[in-house]
């Protein structure tokens, strides 16, 4: 596991190459930050990760609005500090 104790932030992660990527780093001991448009996507890519026993969160992102990424990006920091 190269990347236990590290955190991820994958965007687009409820689904395509977002998904693998954030299946992937999981797989590998990172825990996840799942940033989507779509919750319900994010919150079953989270209950994915974690029945393969994984750590992941998912936070409903429009990555567009740049204020809306820094707050999750803070809020995912302090959360794992």
Do not use: C, P, Q, Y
């Not at 567009?64 to 302090?78: E, G």
């Amino acid at each position: 596991m190269r990347l236990r104790d590290k955190v991820a932030v994958v965007t687009g992660a409820a689904s395509g190459i977002g998904r693998a990527i954030a299946t992937a780093l999981a797989a590998e001991g990172a825990r996840v930050a799942v940033l989507d448009l779509d919750e319900a996507g994010g919150r079953e890519m989270v209950a994915l990760i974690e029945r393969g026993g994984g750590r992941a969160s998912a936070h409903r992102v429009d990555v567009t609005d740049v204020a809306t990424v820094d707050a999750t990006i803070d809020a995912v920091a302090a959360s794992s500090a």
